[in-house]
């Protein structure tokens, strides 16, 4: 098992001048901007080919099996062939949306997060190798509106590689109760 994760930091930038007072509007460029971005990439080695696990992937109406069950996962919509399906995932402490963009069998699934606390990207990468799997699913957030001030406080790709570890641990027992 391999757990990588890339940066917690936030990265505070001020534009234009701050000033105490009397607030007066400002134009886009002269407000202050707050970024917090989360950047984390979790892998697990399967002992199955990237095309046994790719239609695993893509089955998002599935996911109850093999996700922990704290997490509640709903697809919105399903278009023929996967690309642009919406899926509604459901935490303890969040909920969003993320929509299919880009689907390269049996290789790469890319989605982006739509709604809630972040705007980023989530992508599975498959990479066959030892004779098995490397599957990574890694995320490229920003935090969005209010929660780019607080979500700095928490360990985020923490929680989320945490998560990730689940998810594999469950898709390793769903793989498994598939072997006759």
């Given at each position: 098992?391999?757990?990588?994760?890339?940066?917690?930091?936030?990265?505070?930038?001020?534009?234009?001048?701050?000033?105490?007072?009397?607030s007066?509007?400002?134009?886009?460029?002269?407000?202050?901007?707050?970024?917090s971005?989360?950047?984390?990439?979790?892998?697990?080695?399967?002992?199955?080919?990237?095309?046994?696990?790719?239609?695993?992937?893509?089955?998002?109406?599935?996911?109850?099996?093999?996700?922990?069950?704290?997490?509640?996962?709903?697809?919105?919509?399903?278009?023929?062939?996967?690309?642009?399906?919406?899926?509604e995932?459901?935490?303890?402490?969040?909920?969003?949306?993320?929509?299919?963009?880009?689907?390269?069998?049996?290789?790469?699934?890319?989605?982006?997060?739509?709604?809630?606390?972040?705007?980023?990207?989530?992508?599975?990468?498959?990479?066959?190798?030892?004779?098995?799997?490397?599957?990574?699913?890694?995320?490229?957030?920003?935090?969005?509106?209010?929660?780019?001030?607080?979500?700095?406080?928490?360990?985020v790709?923490?929680?989320?590689?945490?998560?990730?570890?689940?998810?594999?641990?469950?898709?390793?027992?769903?793989?498994?109760?598939?072997?006759?």
């Amino acid at each position: 098992m391999e757990v990588r994760v890339f940066s917690t930091a936030p990265n505070l930038s001020l534009q234009g001048p701050v000033t105490t007072g009397p607030s007066q509007p400002r134009t886009q460029e002269e407000r202050p901007a707050v970024l917090s971005r989360t950047q984390a990439s979790n892998c697990r080695w399967f002992p199955v080919s990237p095309e046994s696990l790719f239609p695993i992937l893509l089955a998002f109406d599935r996911y109850a099996a093999w996700w922990p069950e704290d997490v509640g996962v709903r697809v919105l919509t399903e278009p023929p062939f996967g690309l642009g399906t919406v899926v509604e995932i459901a935490t303890s402490g969040n909920a969003f949306q993320c929509t299919v963009e880009a689907i390269e069998a049996p290789l790469r699934v890319a989605m982006r997060y739509d709604s809630g606390l972040h705007d980023g990207t989530g992508v599975w990468s498959l990479e066959q190798q030892n004779g098995g799997t490397e599957i990574t699913f890694a995320v490229d957030l920003r935090a969005r509106g209010l929660a780019a001030m607080f979500l700095p406080l928490f360990d985020v790709a923490g929680i989320h590689s945490r998560l990730m570890q689940k998810v594999f641990d469950g898709l390793e027992r769903h793989l498994a109760a598939a072997v006759p």
